[in-house]
């Protein structure tokens, strides 16, 4: 079906602190993929700092967007639907993206599509595994988010089991910057746990017994404060082991279990907490020993990115025909 489209889409991605544009032809060929993050830029706050990231996207997109198109191969004009995300997220970011996009659209009197942060995540598995299609159960987690998605068909989706305060990527995040990781935290925070011993703090797996599937993981960044300030001496290393530990068995148990209870033989995992290796592993490995297939996109399309938000708004305008009016704005709590 998306062999014969040679379609082109043009993604904005603008949620965070992340400045991304890509080009699509049809529903899943990636021509261009470019990221542009401001890590360093918000390291010295301490964390994302949404007037700071604004402005920053505003000097950026005009040149990551020359960038993608050149990148691609192809010539501005021959766009044929541009779609940018427009929540959730983060206010200022979301609305110089889609600003942009509306621009762009209105220029090529191209259609226009604001598309769902979240969505744009699960369509990272469909970009890398177009064969492999719903029904499964998604596991979205993030920094922003940690969310399970009963997912039929595409275009359908029912919230199994949310965050009731922290994600599982911001409390990784805040408890790796209580113990001087410095920010973001996660992927040192992943790398310094290969070190360390996951048994040597006996950390709390919040609601790991909860019979819903909703998570919770502001309590285990309190006990993680509370054992700090006792033991000040403790290894870094067998902090973020325990830490880890913690949030993985509480992802692990809770999503197999989701995935079991409603039937579905297919666990798809996407976002930024994706990409550790720790929460890979196992996952693959108990998933394994219940017959449930265990489905990552690659590092590179678990964190925010504009192929994903193409890879949806290319979806919709052709399944479903949709398209938005230039006046739409910005939903920073948007959810399914």
Request: charged residues 20%; hydrophobic residues 45%.
């Amino acid at each position: 079906m998306t062999g014969a489209d040679s379609s082109l889409t043009l993604g904005i991605e603008t949620s965070c602190d992340e400045t991304s544009v890509a080009v699509l032809r049809g529903e899943t060929e990636i021509l261009a993929n470019i990221v542009y993050s401001q890590v360093d830029l918000h390291a010295r706050y301490g964390g994302v700092v949404p007037e700071v990231a604004s402005r920053n996207h505003v000097v950026k997109l005009p040149y990551i967007v020359d960038e993608a198109l050149a990148c691609a191969g192809v010539q501005v004009q021959e766009i044929s639907l541009v779609a940018a995300t427009m929540g959730p997220g983060l206010v200022g970011p979301l609305l110089v993206g889609l600003c942009h996009a509306k621009g762009m659209a209105y220029a090529l009197r191209a259609p226009f599509l604001g598309v769902n942060h979240l969505e744009g995540h699960l369509f990272a598995h469909r970009l890398h595994s177009p064969d492999v299609v719903p029904p499964f159960m998604g596991l979205i987690v993030s920094g922003g988010h940690t969310m399970l998605v009963d997912v039929p068909r595409y275009g359908e989706y029912y919230v199994v089991g949310t965050t009731v305060d922290d994600a599982a990527g911001e409390a990784i995040d805040k408890i790796g910057k209580m113990i001087g990781m410095g920010y973001p935290a996660g992927a040192k925070m992943d790398e310094l746990a290969d070190s360390g011993d996951p048994k040597a703090i006996p950390l709390p797996r919040p609601m790991g017994d909860s019979p819903s599937f909703d998570f919770s993981f502001s309590g285990l960044k309190t006990a993680v404060l509370y054992h700090v300030r006792k033991n000040p001496r403790e290894r870094r290393e067998d902090i973020a082991a325990s830490v880890l530990a913690s949030v993985v068995d509480v992802l692990t148990k809770k999503s197999l279990e989701a995935t079991r209870r409603f039937h579905r033989h297919r666990l798809v995992v996407v976002g930024g907490v994706a990409a550790n290796a720790h929460l890979r592993a196992q996952l693959v490995a108990e998933g394994t020993q219940r017959g449930i297939d265990v489905l990552f996109p690659p590092i590179a399309l678990c964190t925010d990115n504009a192929a994903m938000i193409a890879a949806v708004g290319a979806f919709r305008h052709r399944e479903f025909g949709e398209a938005h009016p230039l006046s739409v704005s910005p939903n920073p709590s948007l959810s399914f």
